[in-house]
């Protein structure tokens, strides 16, 4: 069969990577791609955002499935889009990509179906923000309501930094429309897990789970990022409590999306807040997390086109997702000054070394090719994953790697994983 992914990050080289493992596939394309998938795929100059010229694409060459990385075409109706040309495609309609589109609908949906999550108020005006602060304990969340490729998150301590916050947001638009509303709520401790879960429309299956690490700088100072390395599975996420989720989380959710005539297929992305009183929701995603992606594919042992057949055909309960009994961290490797100003261009040495070791990942991020050499071209670079038997070993194992990828401005954190030595 042939398969066309749209993305081009490392999500989406994981996505590819993965799909490449398959019998079932003899060709896969992806949309624009990058330097790294053109290793598996046919890379094709298309942006995310081209539905026609995407659609059209996959009429041409005959596509038999096509799979959607990121969020911002999945709340546009990419999905829809492809659909309406009856072509088969993986994710969910705009409809049902809106559990992450807009966090005042999330919210809502939750409160109205009993999903734990923080108590929150939305707001239309700054002015109404300003004056319902007046009642609020601090430290409180500020969030814009659509996509704000994840940085559309502010915790305040005090009054000063809320009402700055609201500014921020509504006023000054540093996250554009999506801060024409935003939602306020209560801060919450504990720590954060990522689960993953493929879904039908019906049945939810959550995949094993993960945690990022969302500062840029180590110790968990900086600013936000879009992720700076993961690994999984998360120690802190114990049995009781992935019953708990299945039960009070994943499958209401599931149930409450169909209620809502907002059928939910694709992978939803349930970022939890391990808290005193129990998990609670902190964030829904309607795509694979990236870089959890990246340490949660190498791990799976299931052909993903099965899975996601499956999630398109509403058959999900058939499948038993297989994870290997082992561990995996991911390193992002970033150019200095991310998540702010940094220069691309720099080539990069080093990326062959992968292709001699087995349970070593060299996942694209943000790269370019020209005469046959990598050049860096974003702020994310890549991202350096390793399997270990246990997380110590995979820890030890990704640091390794990342020396042996060398660029002018490499930048990274030193603490991926750390919180492993807790336990
Ligand atoms: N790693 C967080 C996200 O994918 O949104």
């Known amino acids: 069969m042939k398969v066309l992914v749209i993305g081009g990050g490392g999500r989406e080289h994981a996505i590819v990577w993965k799909i490449a ?8 394309y ?14 094709v100059d298309i942006g995310v955002m081209e539905f026609d010229r995407l659609t059209d694409f996959a009429e041409r060459k005959g596509v038999d499935l096509t ?11 990419i999905v829809d ?65 659509g996509l704000a490729l994840g940085k559309g998150v502010l915790i305040c301590k005090d ?27 209560t801060f919450m401790t504990g720590r954060e897990v990522s689960v993953l879960c493929f879904c039908d429309g019906t049945h939810i299956l959550p995949m094993t789970s993960a945690q990022d690490h969302k500062r840029a700088g180590d110790g968990d100072t900086g ?24 039960e009070h989380i994943y499958q ?39 870089p959890e992606t990246q340490v949660v594919l190498p791990r799976m042992e299931n052909d993903i086109i099965d899975v996601f057949e499956a999630c398109i055909d509403g058959t999900l309960d058939q499948i038993r997702l297989k994870f290997a009994d082992n561990a995996a961290v991911c390193v992002v490797l970033a150019s200095e000054g991310y998540p702010e100003s940094y ?20 996942f694209h991020a943000g790269s370019r090719k020209e005469g046959g050499q990598i050049l860096t071209n974003g702020g994310r670079v890549f991202g350096v994953t390793a399997l270990g038997k246990d997380l110590r070993s995979a820890r030890e194992n990704a640091y390794k790697a990342t020396e042996w990828v060398r660029f002018d401005n490499k930048y990274m954190r030193h603490d991926i994983g750390k919180a492993i030595d807790e336990i």
Do not use: W
């Not at 990326?351 to 070593?360: A, E, Q, S, V, W």
């Open 81 to 145: 889009a492809f659909e309406a040309k009856g072509l088969r495609v993986f994710g969910p309609r705009a409809a049902a990509a809106q559990i992450e589109a807009s966090k005042a609908f999330s919210k809502d949906l939750m409160e109205k179906y009993h999903i734990p999550t923080a108590a929150h108020k939305t707001f239309d005006k700054a002015a109404d923000a300003m004056e319902y602060l007046k009642t609020a304990r601090f430290p409180i969340v500020l969030k814009a309501d």
């Open 223 to 246: 600013l936000n990022t879009g992720g700076m390395g993961t690994f999984s599975p998360s120690p802190f996420y114990t049995d009781a409590i992935a019953r708990f989720c299945e």
């Open 252 to 290: 209401p959710t599931m149930d409450a999306m169909k209620a809502e005539g907002r059928a939910f297929k694709g992978v939803l992305f349930v970022g939890l807040m391990l808290t005193e009183d129990g998990p609670m929701v902190l964030e829904y995603n309607a795509r694979f997390g990236d």
């Open 21 to 28: 493992q398959s019998e079932k596939v003899d060709k896969i």
């Open 159 to 185: 009054m000063q930094e809320a009402q700055a916050g609201v500014r921020t947001i509504m006023e000054d638009k540093k996250f554009g429309s999506a801060g024409n509303r935003m939602v306020i709520e």
């Open 30 to 43: 992806c949309a624009p791609g990058n330097a790294g998938i053109e290793e598996y795929a046919e890379c």
């Open 343 to 362: 220069e691309k261009g720099r080539p990069v040495q080093g990326l062959d070394t992968f292709k001699r070791k087995d349970g070593f990942y060299c």
């Open 67 to 77: 799979v959607v990385g990121p969020d911002d075409p999945l709340a546009a109706g």
